[in-house]
């Protein structure tokens, strides 16, 4: 197999996958009647935002940034993770 042939359906399948699970809502922000953005171990903590290290950053890249990955802190457990949502439009 040509090696421009290959590097090009690998490419074609990633954004493909990545496109997947973005309408899957992998990683999305979870929310309930009292937070809009909740711990995943129990919904019911709200989620904090905290700084990005250098990791966010370059995930953000390898995604071609279709995510904004965002990094938060639990307020009761203090698990840290990544989370995305989708952009604000304007309406409420």
């Known amino acids: 197999m040509d ?3 290959f590097i090009s359906l690998a490419l074609i399948s990633y954004v493909l996958i990545l496109i ?3 309408n899957l809502n992998f990683w999305k922000k979870k929310e309930n009647k009292n937070y809009n953005n909740c711990c995943p171990c129990e919904l019911e903590k709200p ?3 905290i700084r990005r290290n250098k ?3 370059l995930i953000n890249y ?3 940034q279709l995510y904004d990955f965002k990094r938060y ?3 009761e457990c203090a698990h840290e993770c ?3 949502d989708k ?3 304007g309406k409420f």
């Open 87 to 89: 952009p604000f439009k």
């Open 82 to 84: 990544r989370r995305w």
């Open 55 to 57: 990791l966010d950053y």
């Open 62 to 64: 390898i995604t071609f």
């Open 47 to 49: 989620l904090e935002r």
């Open 20 to 22: 997947l699970l973005k």
């Open 73 to 75: 802190r639990c307020t």
């Open 3 to 5: 090696i421009f042939l």
